[in-house]
């Protein structure tokens, strides 16, 4: 999808930078802050709700859609403040090109140490690499509908672009294999709120919640696995 585009980089309304997409009028965050939105829908209402409700040490988060690296980046500050271990899966058919994402200022809004964000872009694909003392990252470059594993996870991050610019990524299959790769009490969570998202989460046997959505959008969802 991303294969040869022109990518832009923008500052958002809370002065963090998101990419934008010109030929698909997509961005990769909200126009309204691309750090406050990811950290109203993964963090606030994903990892944190998943830490409040298990006493486990042990996180384990798969995400579609490894983009700029902003979830991996908040998730790996937070399991350290925590002291949670995490292991982080992210899968990323197109990764941004290196040069692109030193430009993004996520570790100067968040506080965090700027090696912490490049150390999570420059390292290698396809194999577990120990971020931090909390926190260990496995890159997958792959389409989605094409990736296998024997992991289960307890959260999954789901971030792909918008049903109307990437609708094959949001069809009933694709939510039935999200589904399949939680663990018992897993949960989905999501920044769209989309009617037939909601009836299809239903569908695979998802507990479905929708939430107030960040700034800008009414509406996210969040889902568990009964």
């Not at 024997?150 to 109307?164: E, G, K, Q, R, V």
């Not at 299959?173 to 909601?198: D, H, M, R, W």
């Amino acid at each position: 999808m991303l294969k040869n585009r022109t990518i832009e980089l923008f500052t958002t309304e809370d002065g963090s930078h998101s990419l934008r997409v010109p030929d698909l009028n997509e961005t990769y965050h909200s126009n309204h802050g691309a750090i406050q939105e990811s950290n109203h829908v993964f963090i606030k209402n994903g990892l944190k709700h998943w830490v409040n409700n298990n006493s486990s040490n042990e996180i384990k988060i798969f995400e579609v859609g490894f983009g700029t690296g902003l979830n991996a980046l908040l998730t790996a500050t937070l399991a350290n403040k925590l002291e949670k271990n995490i292991f982080y899966q992210s899968i990323e058919l197109y990764p941004l090109p290196y040069k692109l994402t030193t430009q993004l200022n996520y570790s100067t809004l968040n506080s965090s140490d700027p090696k912490l964000f490049k150390l999570l872009h420059s390292s290698v694909w396809e194999k577990p690499v120990e971020i931090n003392n909390h926190f260990t990252l496995l890159k997958n470059q792959a389409p989605f509908q094409d990736f296998k594993t024997h992991h289960l996870y307890d959260l999954l991050f789901f971030d792909a672009f918008a049903p109307s610019k990437q609708p094959e990524m949001w069809e009933y299959p694709i939510i039935e294999k999200c589904y399949q790769l939680l663990n018992k009490g897993g949960v989905f969570v999501t920044y769209s709120a989309n009617g037939q998202l909601k009836r299809d989460l239903k569908k695979a046997g998802f507990m479905l919640e929708s939430l107030p959505g960040p700034p800008g959008k009414f509406e996210m969802v969040r889902a568990t696995k009964e």
